[in-house]
């Protein structure tokens, strides 16, 4: 990779792209990681400017992320400080740089639940706290993935488990498919080795029969459309990402000819009544099968996806499925995959709370469905962004901030889980989180290895470390005061409680 290809490309999405800074930028990188390689024997600027090329070609373009992108490894592996990224490329930049520094400290400690998962994602998202941060991290991480052959096989699997659980989720929250298939297909083969081959060794011959079956059909129903004069505006073929098909595969017992999207039919139409008027003629040339038509306009799925479907035997009697479709479904199509990251994590929490009584309502999760809205504006918010990427984007840019994690901070336990606490949250609210004796029998707090008073405030990212002492059970009256969430406070009043009562029957 050259600067000349990531300048070309990210030219190509931004005509008015400031060449001199990236070249800067550019420069600043070269003379920073100078003599320095990476393990697989590339010198180290090549990181940069893979990283920077592949920001251009998701679209983005514009000068700062560019050149944020080509600085990112500098204030932590190189001798120069943000201090000086900050003189020479100012504020802006340097502070996404700085995020980017910030997120790498995140790191997959030990086997985790998923609601473990879901704390350290949105403690990624709430340290980066710029959206520019958090795309120019996916991209670092992609290239990263394709040079991971290179490390050790324990990095290499915390890597690619932090790809699969902490990235990808988080690209796909972005609306940004592509980019999580392929984090994920890459990922797949060190987390799940013998699965990776597997669905490989049973998928490779299918795949090629299908692809090639696929373009022949399309070639086909290319010319069946113009006869019966529907234009359609697109039709293309898409295959099915490999980490996804073995997700369907584990559902179906493993078994590949019950896959008939293994390559997919998608057919663009303008308005929805060609949508139908295409569903017919296809049905016309092609028989269906009955139980796999799927008129999702009509009936959307919950995460708003609309779409119709249908699995036809093609030509050559083979199964195909055909997905129908307008431009903009298409475009929401990519915008629900976002939403229904959320429905599957959080609608069985959401219908059983709508079914409550409203009194009865807890506050602790009402706040969580409202952060889960905001999030969702957020990549509504994104998404539009991402449209109008070629108008003049350093509005859009600035108004991207994350904000809806503004009240919240994330922390760890040396162990590695994530808590969830409110802004200003103590050591104190922090050992009851854990646990009730963790809070009772504490008797001192370290933030980051550094012991710290009880009434201090945790920062985003720490890691924060409760000393006991075996056998106390009181907390002191005076935490009172220093607790933050109402869980902590009602926990040591009721062991203040208990302990003047056992000292009356004492
Ligand atoms: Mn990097």
New binding site residues.
């Given amino acids: 990779m050259t600067i000349k290809e990531v300048i070309k490309a990210a030219k190509s999405k931004n005509p008015k792209l400031n060449e001199e800074l990236i070249y800067k930028a550019f420069l600043f990188a070269k003379k920073a990681h100078q003599g320095q390689k990476r393990m697989s024997g590339e010198p180290y600027l090549q990181?940069?400017l893979e990283?920077a090329h592949l920001l251009a070609k998701i679209g983005l373009g514009d000068d700062t992320t560019i050149a944020a992108g080509l600085l990112?490894?500098v204030p932590e592996d190189t001798k120069y400080s943000l201090k000086q990224v900050e003189k020479k490329f100012g504020k802006e930049i340097a502070f996404i740089v700085s995020g980017?520094t910030k997120v790498g400290k995140i790191k997959l400690r030990g086997k985790k639940e998923e609601y473990d998962l879901e704390n350290l994602r949105r403690m990624f998202l709430a340290m980066a706290s710029d959206i520019r941060t958090v795309l120019i991290k996916l991209a670092?991480r992609h290239?990263?993935m394709t040079t991971l052959y290179a490390k050790e096989p324990e990095k290499q699997y915390r890597i690619a488990r932090e790809t699969l659980e902490i990235m990808a989720p988080i690209a796909n929250r972005l609306g940004m498919g592509e980019l999580k298939g392929s984090l994920e297909d890459m990922a797949f083969k060190y987390v799940f080795p013998k699965k990776y081959k597997k669905t490989l060794e049973l998928t490779r011959e299918k795949y090629k029969q299908r692809k090639k079956a696929v373009n022949s059909a399309i070639k086909e129903i290319n010319g069946i459309l113009k006869k019966e004069k529907i234009k359609a505006i697109d039709i293309h073929g898409r295959a099915k990402h490999l980490y996804r098909l073995y997700l369907k595969l584990k559902r179906h017992d493993m078994n590949i000819d019950k896959i008939y999207d293994l390559v997919a039919i998608r057919i663009i139409v303008p308005q929805i009544r060609h949508c139908y008027e295409t569903l017919g003629i296809i049905h016309k040339y092609y028989k269906p099968l009955i139980k796999r038509i799927k008129d999702y306009i009509s009936l959307p799925k919950p995460n708003g996806y609309r779409s119709l479907h249908t699995t036809v035997f093609g030509p050559g009697r083979t199964l195909l499925e055909i997905q129908i479709r307008t431009p903009q479904m298409h475009e929401e199509a990519e915008f629900g995959i976002a939403a229904h990251w959320i429905y599957s994590t959080d609608k069985k929490f959401l219908d059983t709370l709508l079914k409550r009584d409203k009194k009865d309502q807890n506050l602790e999760k009402f706040k969580k469905i409202k952060s889960l809205k905001k999030e969702l504006n957020w990549v509504k918010q994104l998404r539009s962004w991402q449209n109008s990427m070629n108008t003049d984007s350093q509005e859009f840019f600035e108004s991207l901030k994350i904000d809806f994690f503004k009240d919240r901070i994330f922390a760890c336990t040396p162990g590695g889980d994530v808590l969830d606490l409110p802004e200003g949250a103590t050591p104190i609210d922090f050992a009851y989180a854990i646990h009730t004796e963790v809070g009772n029998s504490m008797i001192q707090a370290k933030a980051e290895g550094e012991p710290v008073s009880f009434d201090y405030n945790i920062q985003n990212g720490e890691v924060i470390e409760i000393i006991t002492q075996k056998g106390k059970k009181t907390p002191n009256e005076k935490w009172l005061d220093f607790a933050k969430t109402g869980v902590a406070k009602s926990k040591i009043r009721q062991s203040l409680k208990k302990s003047k009562k056992i000292n009356i029957t004492y």
Avoid: S
């Fill in positions: 990181h940069p990283t990112h490894d980017i670092d290239h990263n």
